[in-house]
Antibody
């Protein structure tokens, strides 16, 4: 089973850029389907953020208004997320997850990393 | 976008009970519906995929059914470790995945 481990700054100031990485172990990031980011504001539900295919194709949640960039570093076997111009509304636990199967389900998740946007 | 509505938002039940959680979608999604369980402070875990297929390792007391716009997650013989929040998720409108708002299952 693949293992996913997120890392990030914990605290980001409003209007700055949030940068997260997700280290993948137990499988090559080039061998599987889609790799994604999902976030969850404190006490609220889940929101899909972005996905990237191992070939580099990307898709984003339109609600993020082009602020997000997802990428893969095959040499490090990790994926990354950058979210520009953050506001308090971007405060959330950010999870990386693998999307698999014909029915596109999130079958492996990292433990999540809390990012707080505050001055 | 496809809207997901779960009901109830919360419910209380006792160990040994049978409970049913419903997920309704704003348009037909065939069986592109997955269910997750999330315990406090933990990542969600996949329970059911494609509406009725049990993920490997998930106890058989969990089951899913439905197609089109109406789906159910049933937990039979509730165990103490089952109390958590449950989410449905549609992948029909890939890549615009969406989740239900969640159903919190508490011990009565």
């Amino acid at each position: 089973q693949v293992q996913l481990q997120e890392s990030g700054p914990g605290l980001v100031k409003p209007s700055e850029t949030l940068s997260l990485t997700c280290a993948v172990s137990g499988d090559s990031i080039s061998s599987s389907d889609w790799w994604t980011w999902v976030r969850q504001p404190p006490g609220k539900g889940l929101e899909w953020v972005a996905e990237i295919f191992h070939s580099g194709n990307t898709n984003y949640n339109p609600s993020l208004r082009s602020r997000a960039t997802i990428s893969i570093d095959r040499s490090k076997n990790q994926l990354s997320l950058r979210l520009r111009s953050v506001t308090a509304a971007d405060t959330a636990v950010y999870y990386c997850a693998r999307l698999q199967g014909d029915y596109l389900y999130f079958d492996d998740w990292g433990q999540g990393t809390l990012v707080t946007v505050s001055s | 976008d496809i809207q997901m509505t779960q009901s109830p938002s919360s419910l209380s039940a006792s160990v040994g009970d049978r409970v049913t959680i419903t997920c309704r979608t704003s348009q037909t999604i065939s069986n592109y519906l997955n269910w997750y369980q999330q315990k406090p402070g933990k990542a969600p875990q996949l329970l059911i995929y494609a509406a009725s297929n049990l993920q490997t390792g998930v106890p058989s007391r969990f089951s899913g059914s439905g197609s089109g716009t109406d789906f159910t997650l049933t937990i039979s013989n509730l165990q103490p470790e089952d109390f958590a929040t449950f989410y449905c998720q549609q992948s029909y409108s890939s890549p615009r995945y969406s989740f239900g708002q969640g159903t919190k299952l508490e011990i009565k």
